[in-house]
């Protein structure tokens, strides 16, 4: 048996039995009415992060099988007769293949991170109180360990937390768990080269910053209705460059094959869509996002989390989109 089959088996074992648990339907439509912040940075493995529409399955194993406490899809359950995704029967020690997931749960978010980078996939993260792992772990993944992904695929880590201290004493202050790769921003208005000079009445930088999560040369951030808890966004911005912008343009060019008609914002050609969690895919209930090229070598992106884009409305929501888009502009 060769190290791949050993894998394939290990997985088959811990994977049998599991299945949904009858509240699966209402816990989903619950999480994926509040988003956390869209990531795939590798910078963001201490966020909690998204920017997007899916969520970590809970899943529950049948009485003949041992559960692991917490488990979510893709959760590393151990317990008699459930091998270890990196073990087999001889208790031998096998590497993950290239193109695999591998087991991450109840590791370390930083050493995840470093983790998912090295074997090339990009990430994505949510955060969960929780007092069933200690806190900074990973507590669930998704795709399962031993699924089959290639290079650059989204894996979506589920981060435990404890609860926050109150609003009031980390006013002002930047989110230690939340990544800093741009520094203080100020108002969060300028990154990755351009400015934002409109933004819905009552929202605030939300104090952190990605760099290079959606490709290289890529930046992002966003900005929140007070209160909200560190990791939730309102409105979230991806500024892409170079070869980052060559992305987002193939992708505006998919969601043109998808029927999607062009609006204008600010003079510009934009694309006014519902998306996906992967972001190249329209989807009736997902994220609406505007996406437009500003410049030569320069794409933008803006999200409006559904939490936000339900208080506003519909109508209201896609208004402010396209001000917020007709009021970005290249950084002098």
């Given at each position: 048996?060769?190290?791949?089959?050993?894998?394939?088996?290990?997985?088959?074992?811990?994977?049998?039995?599991?299945?949904?648990?009858?509240?699966?339907?209402?816990?989903?439509?619950?999480?994926?009415?509040?988003?956390?912040?869209?990531?795939?940075?590798?910078?963001?493995?201490?966020?909690?992060?998204?920017?997007?529409?899916?969520?970590?399955?809970?899943?529950?194993?049948?009485?003949?099988?041992?559960?692991?406490?917490?488990?979510?899809?893709?959760?590393?359950?151990?317990?008699?007769?459930?091998?270890?995704?990196?073990?087999?029967?001889?208790?031998?020690?096998?590497?993950?293949?290239?193109?695999?997931?591998?087991?991450?749960?109840?590791?370390?978010?930083?050493e995840v991170n470093a983790l998912l980078k090295e074997a090339?996939?990009?990430?994505?993260?949510?955060?969960?109180?929780?007092?069933?792992?200690?806190?900074?772990?990973?507590?669930?993944?998704?795709?399962?360990?031993?699924?089959?992904?290639?290079?650059?695929?989204?894996?979506?880590?589920?981060?435990?937390?404890?609860?926050?201290?109150?609003?009031?004493?980390?006013?002002?202050?930047?989110?230690?768990?939340?990544?800093?790769?741009?520094?203080?921003?100020?108002?969060?208005?300028?990154?990755?080269?351009?400015?934002?000079?409109?933004l819905p009445e009552g929202l605030e930088w939300g104090k952190?910053?990605?760099?290079?999560?959606?490709?290289?040369?890529?930046?992002?951030?966003?900005?929140?209705?007070?209160?909200?808890?560190?990791?939730?966004?309102?409105?979230?911005?991806?500024?892409?460059?170079?070869?980052?912008?060559?992305?987002?343009?193939?992708?505006?060019?998919?969601?043109?094959?998808?029927?999607?008609?062009?609006?204008?914002?600010?003079?510009?050609?934009?694309?006014?869509?519902?998306?996906?969690?992967?972001?190249?895919?329209?989807?009736?209930?997902?994220?609406?996002?505007?996406?437009?090229?500003?410049?030569?070598?320069?794409?933008?992106?803006?999200?409006?989390?559904?939490?936000?884009?339900?208080?506003?409305?519909?109508?209201?929501?896609?208004?402010?989109?396209?001000?917020?888009?007709?009021?970005?502009?290249?950084?002098?």
């Amino acid at each position: 048996m060769n190290v791949e089959e050993a894998l394939r088996d290990a997985m088959a074992a811990q994977v049998a039995g599991v299945h949904a648990s009858p509240s699966l339907g209402q816990a989903v439509r619950r999480r994926s009415r509040r988003h956390v912040v869209r990531f795939r940075t590798a910078g963001a493995a201490v966020l909690t992060a998204a920017v997007a529409v899916g969520v970590p399955v809970a899943l529950t194993a049948r009485p003949d099988t041992a559960p692991a406490a917490g488990s979510l899809a893709g959760t590393g359950a151990t317990g008699p007769g459930v091998p270890a995704a990196s073990a087999v029967s001889s208790g031998d020690t096998v590497a993950t293949p290239e193109g695999v997931v591998p087991d991450v749960v109840g590791k370390s978010a930083a050493e995840v991170n470093a983790l998912l980078k090295e074997a090339g996939y990009t990430v994505r993260v949510t955060k969960v109180v929780t007092d069933e792992a200690p806190a900074g772990t990973v507590f669930a993944q998704m795709p399962q360990p031993g699924t089959a992904a290639p290079a650059g695929a989204a894996v979506t880590i589920t981060i435990a937390t404890t609860a926050g201290p109150t609003p009031s004493a980390t006013e002002g202050a930047q989110d230690p768990q939340m990544p800093q790769d741009l520094g203080d921003l100020g108002d969060g208005r300028t990154l990755g080269g351009v400015h934002v000079g409109y933004l819905p009445e009552g929202l605030e930088w939300g104090k952190w910053s990605g760099k290079d999560g959606f490709g290289k040369r890529s930046y992002t951030t966003g900005w929140v209705e007070p209160g909200l808890e560190p990791g939730m966004y309102s409105v979230q911005m991806i500024v892409y460059r170079k070869d980052a912008a060559s992305v987002l343009a193939k992708r505006m060019q998919g969601y043109a094959a998808q029927g999607a008609e062009p609006v204008g914002a600010g003079g510009r050609k934009a694309y006014l869509v519902s998306l996906s969690e992967g972001g190249d895919r329209i989807l009736d209930g997902g994220t609406r996002t505007i996406a437009w090229t500003l410049a030569p070598g320069v794409g933008v992106e803006v999200m409006i989390s559904p939490d936000y884009a339900a208080k506003l409305g519909k109508a209201a929501a896609d208004r402010e989109l396209k001000k917020i888009a007709a009021g970005v502009t290249l950084d002098k």
